[in-house]
């Protein structure tokens, strides 16, 4: 990169000037807080950290970069704002971090700099955008009884929620104050890896200038649906942007193009819209870091001191996030580490603390498989499932693409290859694993699945090593070709056309998900927007419907995460007993020590919870209508 190429971003930052530098940040941060103007604050560390790495052609290459070591970065600090005395306040966690670039920059004698952006830069942030309008548009459209009906579309978001609201409270993960956390969150999330949940609630703290949680259940709800928005909108640059970055020699800005298309439109309309849709706000952020992982291990930077920096960085971020991703991604890092290890011995500082930090990555999944017995959880079974025949037909075009002459020689493709292989054995095992114990497809297999589908998704530009090398002439002329490319690719695909697994509205999740919610989820959720408007205090409220017991089951779920009661009601909604048992509303009952309130759905529900009342004398348990 030619001195042309760059923009100064700072002064040179010399060891004589950090004495200054240093509170001088503070004061900044400071400032920018006291002046409720924090929500500027993460950019700005975001572009300071991209000036000090080093790697990639344009601004986006190394906005990229630094997003992906500030995840790892967060994850990771996320153990000393469990225990220093403050928590997750935005000016302690700015003014450290902006601290320690300053020292980085100090110790490496590195001048900050960012490239300038490129052409390819705006189409791949446009892509993106796109995403992320269609992924906001049915929340952004309703009012707070919509959104509520979306989210109760699956049951994980309520349990995320309530993660993210503790987290927020306690100031850091809930399992170093495992007591004050189970008063809160149902007991097995304490040790769910819960990165996401820690990142959400420091970007909250800064967008709302405040140290302090959001004042209402229904608040916090609004605030957590926005992260996960940009967590999938992060998804999507991050899918985009890795396919650009692999396979970078074989693109012209007309192959740019189509491919940036094809895959906003698998975002925007395929089945990757599921996991937002059910709500899985983990394995989304999850999948983005390991995408960003798995593009440097193709790719890896020229500079060894940072391509181990983003590794460790990297694989932290996916331990503390959702860490069945973990075993294979380590598993595609040590592979390029053999690799690579005349060059990385090399650096003998920067690997020891890359290793520390590929460690300290596997803690969350140790403890939860030692001491939570999660190991069991890998057999769950679950209605999330993959579309096979899509995969399939996917894995096959990239496949071609790799066979060719010009992929078989190409160092960056077969380590394309390499990285593939573990993360196929991993689904494959966890498939095999769960048809043998009867189980069905498998809840935790299909999310390894889509593991799957976002490396074939970031690895589809393979398809343009059929097409001649790129030259002069031909990126001249090749761009009027990329609109019958685009028509062919929609005609081919159906455009997020819905398989045998989940037909969606009309045949297309994107449209389903654009419909929002229907009448029984919003009826749903005006019942319990009402209830928490006129239940408030700290007693449990049980849900009685006149269903099997899931919708009660769900309804009861959500309505303790608005009133922050998840705690007090997780006896209840966690009793180990079947939807459909007969006994369950009694045993349920039985399960909360205290006070519990009975919110009866119809005349015939408010029957059977008098029943179960008039079994249990004194004032204890309340049955009520909204």
């Known amino acids: 990169m030619g001195y042309n190429d760059v923009v100064p971003f700072v002064p040179n930052t010399t060891p004589k000037r950090v004495h200054l530098l240093v509170p001088g940040a ?12 924090a929500i500027v604050i993460p950019p700005l560390l975001l572009l300071a950290t991209a000036s000090l790495l080093r790697g990639g052609r344009g601004l986006l290459d190394r906005l990229m970069l630094a997003t992906g070591l500030l995840l790892g970065a967060t994850c990771a600090a996320g153990l000393v704002f469990a225990y220093w005395p403050w928590g997750l306040h935005p000016v302690a966690v700015a003014g450290t971090a902006a601290t320690a670039l300053v020292l980085a920059a100090a110790r490496t004698g590195r001048r900050p700099q960012l490239p300038r952006p490129r052409r390819s830069d705006a189409l791949t942030v446009a892509a993106a955008a796109v995403v992320a309008l269609v992924a906001a548009w049915p929340l952004a459209r309703a009012g707070a009884a919509g959104r509520l009906a979306i989210a109760l579309e699956g049951e994980d978001l309520a349990r995320h929620a309530s993660v993210f609201d503790a987290i927020g409270r306690t100031g850091g ?3 170093a104050d495992r007591a004050r956390a189970g008063t809160m969150v149902y007991a097995g999330m304490i040790d769910y890896p819960q990165g996401s949940h820690l990142v959400a609630a420091l970007l909250d703290g800064f967008v709302r200038s405040s140290d302090r949680a959001s004042g209402s259940g229904t608040a916090m709800l609004t605030h957590y649906l926005a992260y996960v928005l940009g967590g999938y909108a992060l998804l999507a640059l991050a899918l985009l942007w890795a396919a650009q970055w692999i396979a970078a020699g074989a693109l012209t800005p007309a192959r740019r193009l189509t491919l940036a298309a094809a895959l906003a439109a698998a975002c925007a309309a395929g ?21 960003l992982l798995l593009a440097l291990l193709v790719r890896p930077l020229a500079r060894t001191r940072d391509q181990l920096l983003l590794t460790a960085a990297l694989l932290a971020a996916v331990g503390f996030t959702y860490y069945l991703y973990l075993p294979p991604l380590g598993l595609a890092a040590l592979i390029w580490l053999a690799t690579r290890w005349r060059r990385v011995a090399r650096r003998p500082v920067a690997l020891a603390l890359a290793t520390l930090c590929g460690l300290a990555a596997a803690v969350p999944m140790v403890r939860g498989l030692l001491f939570t017995d999660q190991v069991s959880a890998l057999l769950t079974a679950g209605q999330l499932v993959l579309g096979r025949a899509a995969l399939l037909a996917l894995a096959a075009l990239v496949a071609t693409g790799l066979l060719t002459r010009r992929g078989r020689h190409s160092r960056i493709w077969r380590r394309y290859a390499l990285v593939f292989i573990p993360c196929a054995a991993n689904a494959g095992v966890l498939l095999a694993g769960q048809h043998l114990f009867g189980v069905g497809s498998g809840y935790y297999a299909n999310k390894a699945l889509y593991l799957v589908l976002a490396l074939l998704l970031a690895g589809v530009g393979a398809i343009a090593l059929h097409l001649p090398p790129p030259g002069a002439a031909l990126r001249r002329r090749s761009l009027p070709v990329a609109v019958p ?10 455009a997020g056309r819905a398989g045998p697994y989940h037909p969606g509205a009309g045949g297309n999740w994107g449209l389903a998900w654009l419909q929002g919610a229907n009448a029984e989820r919003r009826a749903q959720a005006g019942v319990l927007l009402r209830a928490v408007a006129r239940f408030g205090g700290p007693a449990p409220v049980i849900v009685v419907g006149d269903d099997t017991g899931y919708q009660s089951y769900r309804m009861t779920l959500f309505l303790s995460m608005l009133q922050r009661t998840s705690g007090a009601t997780a006896g209840a909604v966690y009793i180990h007993l079947p939807m459909t048992s007969p006994g369950r509303l009694e045993a349920s009952v039985d399960a909360v020590p205290g006070p519990v309130r009975l919110l009866a759905l119809s005349d015939a529900a408010r029957a059977r919870a008098e029943a179960v009342a008039a079994g249990r004398p004194g004032s204890r348990v309340e049955v009520v209508r909204v």
């Open 173 to 175: 993960y809930l399992f």
């Open 485 to 494: 490319a685009l028509l062919a690719i929609v005609a081919l695909t159906g």
């Open 271 to 291: 089945e990757m819209l599921e996991l937002l849709r059910f709500g899985y706000p983990s394995q989304v952020l999850g999948l983005a870091e390991a995408v």
């Open 26 to 37: 503070w004061l900044a941060v400071a400032g920018l807080y006291a002046a409720h103007a």
